[in-house]
């Protein structure tokens, strides 16, 4: 594989990116761990503050092509300022006063259709492109997921959870990812749900009927998912996919899951922790 890295130096920003993306332009974005957003045109790099120059956790872009930021108790979206440059505007504004000081990281940020998601472990904020409206989660709820039209939370004590009508209930066969660690959610074919846990490995999740399969991949890669701690996936062309661990690079899948390649340490990657793929 051609793998080109990018130094901090290079960067003039912190080592630690939390999130990466890529506007209609071709411009990528990432969530840097100390200096905002960084956009780079490929030529220059160019840094985004915040208000509270706090790190930046997830980044989602619209159907209109509109990136969203999330951060520490901060989130908004980026626009052109008055010269041409992309500017970070709060909508913290729009947070009613109960719930301004959230004060927790925004993990994950999705869009599903013009509406936005952020979300903060126990609180999930819905932004209509007026107002936001505020949600609480459930206890040890982690990361919140928008898949087919659909938002999923994964809850440690109590498995795959779904939002239906602002009430939070536990999908059918839910149960079974308690005390399972959801790091990844991903369509699969059928309304499937392809579920990446941290140290359980993969699997195939139908959250119609809560039929799950197992052994989705061969025991090789799943074990590297589990001893690598499997963290974030992303949906490639093709149906292939990009699964990224914390200690063992990144793995390449095709539609069915077979392991297409391999990005590690020892094939051009600076280090084996990857935290976001786009």
Known sequence: ???????????????????????????????????GVIEY?????????????????????DSRGTIYVGAIGEFGYL?????????????????DS????????????????????????????????????????PLASNFSFGVNGRVFIGNFTQGLLELRRD???????????????????LPYPGGRLLVGTGSNGLYIFDPETGFIQKEVVDSRTNESFKSGTLYHGTQLARGWYALSTLYGGVFVLDEKLKVM???????????QIVISTY
């Open 41 to 61: 045109d490929g030529k220059t790099w160019h840094k985004i503050s915040l208000p509270n120059n706090s790190s930046v956790k997830s980044l989602a872009k």
């Open 261 to 271: 390649n391999r990005l590690s340490v020892e094939n051009g990657l600076q280090d």
């Open 1 to 35: 594989p051609v793998v080109n890295n990018y130094t901090p130096a290079q960067m003039s920003a912190a080592e630690q990116n939390w999130a990466v993306l890529q506007d209609d332009r071709g411009v990528v974005y990432l969530g840097n761990n100390d200096d």
């Open 167 to 185: 009430t939070v209930v536990r999908v059918r066969g839910g149960d079974f990812f308690t005390y399972k660690n959801i790091f990844v959610l």
């Open 98 to 137: 109960a719930h301004k000081g959230f004060a927790q990281h925004v993990w994950k940020t999705f869009c599903i259709g013009d509406t936005v998601y952020f979300s903060a472990t126990e609180n999930l904020f819905r932004y209509d492109q007026e107002k936001i409206t505020h949600l609480d989660l």
């Open 79 to 95: 626009e052109p300022d008055g010269m041409g440059r992309m500017a970070y505007r709060s909508l913290m504004d729009k947070v």
